[in-house]
C-alpha cells in the first residue's frame, strides 16, 4: 500500500510543472488566465476591478505554494508551537503587502505595465479587511507579520465577522455609522476548509455519570453550531515561511437538530436553523466596553472551542500523551477576550481526555500567557456569573473550582485578609455577580505582560498590585511595536527607497536596528535635501486626498499636523480642537504684520466613535462646526485649516502618516497603555507632540528629548492636579476657548453644552485644562522648529532613525524568547 501511495504521489508530482514562475510572462498568462477561468471575464474586456481580482488570484496562488510547504514542514519538524489568540484583526489590504513580502512587486508591477494596468490603480481596488477596532487589532496585525518573517512556527486564531468595523459616514458634520458587508465582492485572500470545521455547544445542563467506577461530568448542550475554517496564509518577507490566520465563521450544525424536521414546520425549522450564522455575523464596535451582552459572550466561545478543538487535534495526530502538551503548545491570550480559553482546555482534559483534574491544572498553569491592553480597571471585563452559567454551564462550575482552590491557596500565603481576598477573587460578589476574567487570567498564566515599561510600572502599583506582589515573578513587558514592511515599504516606497539608499542596504527591512545608520548623515545636505523633496511628494499626494474628498484646497507650505486615533476622552482631540480654536483666535486679532509671521498649518483629525459614545460624537461634531467656520474666513485664508478625514481606517493610515510633518499623541498621562500610532508616524519621519504617556516615554530615551514636542502632566502628578481640578479664573486662555463654544460662537450651542462640561468647572476629569498651557507651548516650539526647515529635516531624519526600537519584530522575538519559549523553524526555500 506504502509504494502504491508512492507511485501515486510521484505521477501527481511530474504531473506538476514545478513551482510557479514569476516572470513578467509566466504573469501576465496567470493573470489573464484568472480573469478568464476565475473571474469569468473575457480577457479582451475587463476592467480594473477585474484586473485587480486576476491579479490577486495569481498572488494567490504563489502564496498558497509557499503556506503549503511552510505547514509541511512545520507539521515534519514538529516544534512547539504558538497560538495567538485574538477577536480582532485589523489586517487592511493585502495585496501590496503579499507580493512585497513574496519579493515580486516589481515583476508584478512590469507585467502589469505591459499589459496597460498601473499597478498602484489596482491596488486602491482593494478593500480593507477591518476585523478589529483600534490598536489592539491592528498589534495583532503587525505581529503576525512579525511572527512570519521571522520564522516561528505559529498560528493567529480569530472570528471571520461578516460585518467589520462600520463605516463611517458624515452627514451635517455627524458621524452614521454603515455596515461593512466587505465580503460582498468576494475575498480571494482566504481559502474556504469546508472540512476542517467542528461542533460548538450552547446551553443545556451538566450531569453526573459513572464512567468505568468513576465519577465524571457530561455537558448535555442545548444548542449546536459548526465552526467553519477560513484560512488567511501570512507571508514572512525575505522567507519563503507563510503561516495561517484561521478565521471561524458560524454555520448551522446538521448533528444536532434531526428533531425539528419532524415536527412538520419544515420551513420554521429551516430559518432557525440559520439563525446559527449571527454568532460570527458582526464585529462589536466599541473599543473596550461591552460589558454582559450575550452575542458578545457566544462569539468568545465559539471562537475559543473551535481553536482549541483544532489545537488538542493538531496535538494529538503527533502526541499520545498530554504531559508532552506543554513542550508542543503555547497559547497567548490577547487581552481576556478570548480567557474562556482556560475553562474550555480544563473541561476538556477532565471531562473528554479523563486526565485527574490536578494533572489537567499542572498543564493549564504551564500553557497560558496573557497580555493586557488596558489602564482603567473600569476596562477590564466582567461576565455575569448568570449569563455564564445559562450559555456554557459547565465552564461556570470549573471556573469555580478554580477559584476555590486558588482561594484556599491565597488564604495560606496572605492569612485572612478579607479585603485583599475579595479583591483577588476570580468571582465578584457585587449587586451583579460576575467573573473576573483578567483575575482568571492572572491565576491561569505563566506569564502576565504589559505593553509598554509606564503600562508595567501601573499594573505593579496600581491595577494589579495584588497579583505582583503575589507573584512578582509571573509579570513582565513587551513594548509594542509595528512591522516596518507595512509601515514603511508599503506605505511609504520613496522613503523606503531613500533609507536603502543612504544605508546601502535593504537589510533594515528585515533587521531593523540597522536604522540607526541613518543618525550619522541626519546634518548631511545632499540627504537632507532628498529627505525634503520625499516628504513633499507624499504631502502632495495626501493634499489630492483632501481635496477629491472634501473640496478643500490646501497649501503643501504649510505645517501638516495631524491626529488620527479612536475617538476617547483620555485621547484628547478635544484638547486639539480648543488649540485649534485658541490659534484661530490669536490669528483674528493679529494685524497684517503679525500675520505674516504665522507658521500655516493643515490641522487633520480623523477616526471613530463608538456607536453608543455620545461625548465622542459631539468631539466629531465640534471638529466640523470649527472647520466649517475657520476654512471659511477670509481673514484666515492658508494660515490655518481644519480638515476632518472621515472613515478613519487602515489604507487611509497608510496614506495620511507618511504625509504629516507632525502628529499628536497627547493622551492624559497614565491613560494609554502604550499607542502605535506614535511609532508608524516616529517611523516615516513625523515629528511628535506628545505627552509622556505609554510607549512615549520609551521613544523620548531613543530619539532624545530635544526630538520631539513633550508637554503635560507626568504619570504622578496627574492624581494631585485632579483633585486640585481647574481653575478657570486662572486658565484664562483656555476659560476663554470653552467660552466661545459655551456662547454659540461655532453653532450649535445647546448641543455642545454637555461636552463643555466634561472640562470646566469641577469636572475636567482628564486635565485638559491643566495641561492647556504647555500644550500651547509645545505647539508655538513647534512653529519655531518648522520655520528653520534645516532643523526640521534634521528632527525628521532622528526620528526615523531611532525608530528601529518600535518595531514589531522586536516585540514578537522578546515574546518568541521570554514569553512563549518557542524557537525559529524556517522552511527551506
Ligand atoms: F481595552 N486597546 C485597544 F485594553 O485598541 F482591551 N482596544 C482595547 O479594547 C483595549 C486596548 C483594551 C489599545 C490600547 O488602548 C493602546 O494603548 C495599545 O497601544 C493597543 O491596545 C495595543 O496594545
Known sequence: ALGERRAKAERMFGLMDGFLKSDPISLQKDILNHVEYTVARSRFSFDDFEAYQGLSHSVRDRLIERWHDTQLYFKRKDPKRVYFLSLEYLMGRSLSNSVINLGIRDEYAEALSQLGFEFEVLAEQEGDAALGNGGLARLSACQMDSLATLDYPAWGYGLRYQYG??????LDGFQHEQPDYWLNFGNPWEIERIHVTYPVKFYGTVEEELLNGKKCKVWIPGEMVEAVAYDNPIPGYGTRNTITLRLWAAKPSDQYDMESYNTGDYINAVVNRQKAETISSVLYPD???HQGKELRLKQQYFFVSASIQD??????DAHNNFDEFQEKVAL???DTHPSLAISEVMRVLVDEENLDWSRAWGIVCKIFSFTTHTVLAEGL??????????????HLEIIYDINFNFVEELKKRIGMDYNRLSRMSIVEDGAVKSIRSANLSIVCSHTVNGVSRVHFELLKTKLF?????????KFQYKTNGVTQRRWIVVSNPSLCGLISKWLGTEAWIRNVDLLTGLREYAANADLQQEWKMVRKVNKMRLAEYIEAMSGLKVSLDAMFDVQIKRIHEYKRQLLNILGIIHRYDCIKSMNESDRRKVVPRVCIIGGKAAPGYEIAKKIIKLCHAV??????DSDVGDLLKLVFIPDYNVSVAELVIPGADLSQHISTAGHEASGTGCMKFLMNGSLLLATADGSTVEIIEEIGAENLFLFGAKVDEVPMLREKGTDMRVNLQFARVVRMIRDGYFGFQDYFESLCDTVDGGSDFYLLGSDFGSYLE????????????EKWTRMSILSTAGSGRFSSDRTIQDYAENTWGIERCRCPF
Do not use: T
Not at 472647520?627 to 471659511?632: C, D, L, Q, R, T
Open 778 to 789: 509645545a505647539q508655538a516650539a513647534a512653529d519655531k522648529a518648522f520655520v528653520d526647515q
Open 311 to 316: 489545537i488538542i487535534r493538531r496535538f494529538k
Open 165 to 170: 468595523l462600520f463605516r463611517q459616514l458624515i
Open 381 to 394: 471585563e466582567k461576565i455575569p456569573v448568570d449569563l455564564l452559567g445559562s450559555l456554557l454551564p459547565r
Open 627 to 632: 472647520a466649517e467656520k475657520i476654512n471659511n
Open 465 to 473: 498590585k495584588d497579583f505582583y506582589e503575589l507573584w512578582p515573578e
Open 332 to 334: 497567548q491570550l490577547n
Open 287 to 289: 473599543d473596550r466596553s
